[in-house]
């Protein structure tokens, strides 16, 4: 009898487990979902974009994200694999961000528009949007924009600032930077009250452009700029976005990332062997070693400045 309660016990924490774990969710919902239990709810067109949000048995809401391609058959797969990709990366340091898994392109799901192409399922963004009325941080912006006519060229000291509003946006700030994603507007960060949380989505942008390149030559700037200052709340701020951005680098090597990348591919089952897709995926992985290398320079710099700044104190 203690062996069955026992074993009814295990079945519990397993059953909870697969429940709570996001991505295990989403992989159930792909795989192994139950008749009838998804329903679409609505879709909207941005562009090239089929958003659809969907919903479960039990009310949980997920959104489908599906590109339109006019010309080359998926030439414009590779947001969607880039997306799933940084969400694993993500996962990695435990980022505030949505969990995106690939809908291959053989598998039909509730919100998929167009049958026989890949497809990405994402849980959904709880709280509000940061340009929404009533979030507490209304317009906050840590956007690391390129700024090429401008010497700090991707950051501001602004946003060192408003990295210290909250514990967890130097570690959003940090996984941008890592990824090259500069589109985290304010439509693509939420804001939860009630769990004191944010999360950030969108993520298609990534492993373009190398920030960490440019925030090195601002804050060797900074480094070299004796009337520069923090307080104490932007230099808590500053260390923990090094701390972040020292995580990403010894949990997510260039080959593990490379491989991770094609796993991805794998999986989605496109064909890679048109010309526009495969000189992406090569760009993708120049691009990896070339920013994981760029990475690595910013988190040493960030140590002389850190350093520094305690000096100063």
Same mark, same amino acid.
């Given at each position: 009898?203690?062996?069955?309660?026992?074993?009814?016990?295990?079945?519990?924490?397993?059953?909870?487990? @697969?429940? *709570?774990?996001?991505?295990?969710?989403?992989?159930? @919902?792909?795989?192994?979902?139950?008749?009838?239990?998804?329903?679409?709810?609505?879709?909207?067109?941005?562009?090239? +974009?089929?958003?659809?949000?969907?919903?479960?048995?039990?009310?949980?809401?997920?959104? %489908?994200?599906?590109? &339109?391609?006019?010309?080359?058959?998926?030439?414009?797969?590779?947001?969607?694999?880039? &997306? *799933?990709?940084?969400?694993?990366?993500?996962?990695?340091?435990?980022?505030?961000?949505?969990?995106?898994?690939?809908?291959? $392109?053989?598998? &039909?799901? !509730?919100?998929?528009?167009? #049958?026989?192409?890949? !497809?990405?399922?994402?849980?959904? !963004?709880? #709280?509000?949007?940061?340009?929404?009325? =009533?979030?507490?941080?209304?317009?906050l912006d840590i956007r690391?924009?390129?700024?090429?006519?401008?010497?700090?060229?991707?950051?501001?000291?602004?946003?060192?600032?408003?990295?210290?509003?909250?514990?967890?946006?130097?570690?959003?700030?940090?996984?941008? +930077?890592?990824?090259? /994603?500069?589109?985290?507007?304010?439509? /693509?960060?939420?804001?939860?009250?009630?769990?004191?949380?944010?999360? =950030?989505?969108?993520?298609?942008?990534?492993?373009?452009?190398?920030?960490?390149?440019?925030?090195?030559?601002?804050?060797?700037?900074?480094?070299?700029?004796?009337?520069?200052?923090?307080?104490?709340?932007?230099?808590?701020a500053l260390i923990l976005?090094?701390?972040?951005?020292?995580?990403?680098?010894?949990?997510?090597?260039?080959?593990?990332?490379?491989?991770?990348?094609?796993?991805?591919?794998?999986?989605?089952?496109?064909?890679?062997? *048109?010309? %526009?897709?495969? /000189?992406?995926?090569?760009?993708?992985?120049? /691009?990896?070693?070339?920013?994981?290398?760029?990475?690595?320079?910013?988190? $040493?710099?960030?140590?002389?400045?850190?350093? $520094?700044?305690?000096?100063? $104190?």
């Amino acid at each position: 009898m203690k062996y069955i309660y026992r074993m009814f016990i295990f079945f519990i924490i397993v059953c909870q487990s @697969l429940f *709570s774990n996001p991505r295990e969710q989403l992989n159930r @919902l792909i795989y192994f979902p139950e008749k009838g239990e998804l329903n679409l709810l609505s879709v909207i067109k941005k562009g090239f +974009t089929y958003i659809s949000i969907i919903k479960d048995q039990r009310g949980n809401k997920y959104c %489908v994200k599906q590109m &339109e391609d006019r010309t080359v058959p998926e030439r414009r797969a590779y947001k969607l694999i880039i &997306e *799933s990709f940084c969400s694993y990366i993500a996962e990695t340091i435990g980022a505030p961000m949505n969990v995106v898994e690939i809908i291959p $392109k053989d598998i &039909e799901l !509730a919100g998929k528009i167009i #049958g026989g192409r890949v !497809a990405s399922l994402h849980t959904f !963004a709880h #709280g509000k949007q940061l340009n929404k009325p =009533g979030c507490p941080y209304s317009y906050l912006d840590i956007r690391l924009r390129l700024y090429p006519q401008q010497r700090e060229g991707g950051i501001k000291r602004r946003i060192i600032t408003e990295m210290s509003r909250h514990n967890q946006l130097p570690i959003l700030v940090a996984f941008d +930077t890592f990824v090259g /994603n500069d589109d985290r507007s304010w439509n /693509n960060l939420f804001y939860d009250q009630k769990s004191d949380q944010f999360c =950030g989505i969108d993520m298609e942008q990534s492993f373009r452009r190398d920030l960490s390149q440019r925030l090195y030559q601002f804050f060797v700037g900074v480094f070299n700029n004796l009337s520069v200052q923090f307080n104490s709340s932007e230099l808590k701020a500053l260390i923990l976005y090094r701390n972040t951005l020292k995580k990403l680098l010894r949990k997510n090597k260039p080959e593990f990332l490379k491989e991770l990348l094609d796993e991805i591919i794998v999986k989605s089952k496109i064909d890679v062997s *048109s010309e %526009v897709l495969s /000189n992406q995926i090569k760009k993708y992985k120049e /691009n990896i070693d070339k920013m994981y290398i760029s990475a690595n320079k910013l988190a $040493k710099i960030l140590d002389e400045v850190i350093e $520094k700044q305690i000096a100063l $104190k």
